[in-house]
């Protein structure tokens, strides 16, 4: 028995899973909560049984600590799972991070250093990270990074039109992110087809809180929507994606500092500033019942998806897939429909009926004879953490 810890760390929270990494099955999965604050919460699952759970973890290493007494409360203490190595999912890699790497002092100081351009994941992934090889010291820890899958983009796309100095001095490029995400579903979406992925061009949408597209050509990606942060592109949750830089110069200049800033593009933008709640289905819920702000919410969602797709499509010089996946992706099928809507002559139709139907799983929801395939392939990035680890390691 094999077992992959894959740890996903926030700044005030951690989730874990483990995984059988040849099967992708869960033993078991939980997530501790509000890390820091005098009171947090634990949710564990295992062997069928879930507990939810008030428990105080000060810092990281404290959250681990209140893991592993759930896992002794369950039946088997942590030390007879099996754990073979802990991957951890690690926001940021930069340039240098290209795949999945084994921890060292120097790694870890290195993930922490890329903390400059992603100041809210990779401090506290670090953290995790500190605190996880204190508590499992003789498994080889693997960081595996949203980045790492991005960084076969060709110059061209991943350049901003900036002075290269500065560009230089400050790591100003585009990164990308989502990239656990869209290597898993682009892979998923070939073997569901049968087809080898070198064969294919594929758009892939990444449609949860956070968003991005993705044109990925023979399994290797050339853009992505997502550039220096997981700011660019998309309308997400709360966060605005793309907005003209001159916008900031002017707010800037009306008195917003850079947190203000920060706290309105992450936070306050996106659905929530436009309708109100950043839950989709909850705007979807508003729009129905006539709020025009949620209608104009998801008309401005839906115009700047597809002008990636078009986007996309002429990146790849055509497409033989395109992919919804992720919470909207994989559930909203109006949202489906309303993307790729009037595209017939681009040899995209989607099926009504197949888009619309309850099966989960992936599933093809385009019409028969539709030149490009449609699918939705559910996103699986624990369990391609895990796989990463494992190939790395043998
Ligand atoms: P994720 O970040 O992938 O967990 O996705 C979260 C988003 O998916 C939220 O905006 C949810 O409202 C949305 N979502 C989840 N389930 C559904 C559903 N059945 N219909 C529409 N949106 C959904």
Partial sequence: MSRILVINAGSSSIKYQLIDPGTGERDASGLVERIGESA??????????????????????????AMVE????????IAELGIVAVGHRVVQGGSEFVRPTLIDDAVAERILR?????????????????????LFPDVPHVAVFDTAFHQTMPERAY???????????HGVRRYGFHGISHQVVSRRAAEFLGRPITDLRQVVLHLGNGASACAIDGGRSVDTSMGLTPLEGLVMGTRSGDIDPGALLHLLRAGYDADG???????????????????????????AAGDPAAELAIGVAVHRLRRYLGAYLLVLGGADAIVFTAGVGENNAQLRAEVCAGLEWFGIRVDP?????????ARRIGADGSRVEVLVIPTDEEAEIARQVHELLG
């Fill in 40 to 65: 947090g919460r634990l949710l564990h699952r295992a062997a069928g049984a879930e507990e939810a759970v008030t428990v105080t973890a000060r810092d990281h290493s404290a959250a681990f600590a």
């Fill in 70 to 77: 759930a896992f002794a409360r369950h039946g088997t203490p």
């Fill in 159 to 169: 350049t901003y039109a900036i002075d290269p100095a500065v560009a230089a001095e």
């Fill in 353 to 361: 009926e197949r888009n619309a139907s309850e099966e989960r799983g």
């Fill in 261 to 287: 800033l920060d706290r309105l593009l992450n936070g306050r933008s996106g659905l929530l500033g436009l309708a109100g709640s950043g839950d989709f289905r909850d705007v979807r819920d508003a729009a």
């Fill in 114 to 134: 890329l903390g400059e351009l992603a100041p809210l994941h990779n401090p506290p992934q670090y953290d995790a990270i500190v605190a996880a090889r204190a």
